[in-house]
């Protein structure tokens, strides 16, 4: 994929991140990858969709956690090739650490990945903080979809004529 004139490079989107919660905050955070998987991430796309973050606490530090995220076997690796669908640690200040804990243990919050991205050579995952979507809320937004679409094409249509 080509880069865009900020130095990245998108790599991997979760397309029912949007679809499922309705995203309200946005963050970058880094990922700690071992040397295969950044050779992978480079030439394979991994698979977000049933990813999600969590936190454990050891004593008084909290750790962000991305975990169901499948990053492939690198194809050039050896007997030492890392586990696709392993734990990665996320890497977060310690300020934004504790607001996505405090955001995490509200009602209803979650922590979902939306994309993976080269950003001048480094993984970077971008993470939404947001509330699951009902089944309305579904609908709506699909309702909504349709016609910014139809809308679309008339606007195309009576540009034409």
């Given amino acids: 994929m080509p880069k865009d004139s900020s130095g990245i490079k998108i790599i991997a989107k979760n397309p029912l991140a949007y679809q499922n919660f309705i995203i309200e905050e946005k963050l970058e955070a880094g990922i700690a990858l071992l040397g295969t998987e950044i050779k992978s991430l480079r030439q394979q796309s991994p698979n977000l969709r049933d990813s999600y973050v969590h936190f ?4 008084e530090r909290i ?3 991305l975990e169901n995220a499948h ?3 690198y194809s050039h690796g050896n007997l030492n090739n890392h586990d696709p669908m392993r734990k ?3 890497l977060l200040n310690k300020r934004e ?3 996505l804990y405090g955001a995490l243990t509200q009602k209803g ?12 050579g480094r993984a970077k995952v971008q993470i939404g903080v947001g ?3 009902k089944r309305h809320d579904k609908r709506e937004t699909l309702k909504q979809k349709t016609a910014d679409m139809e809308m679309a094409k008339a606007m195309k ?4 004529s």
């Avoid at 249509?157 to 034409?160: D, K, L, P, T």
Wanted: aromatic share 2%; glycine share 8%.
């Fill in 56 to 59: 454990s606490k050891k004593g």
């Fill in 109 to 120: 919050m979650t922590i979902v990945p939306t994309q993976i991205y080269l950003k001048n």
């Fill in 97 to 99: 650490l504790n607001r």
């Fill in 131 to 133: 509330k699951g979507k």
């Fill in 88 to 90: 990665r640690k996320l």
């Fill in 157 to 160: 249509r009576r540009g034409r």
């Fill in 71 to 73: 990053i492939p076997h």
């Fill in 63 to 65: 750790e962000a956690i």
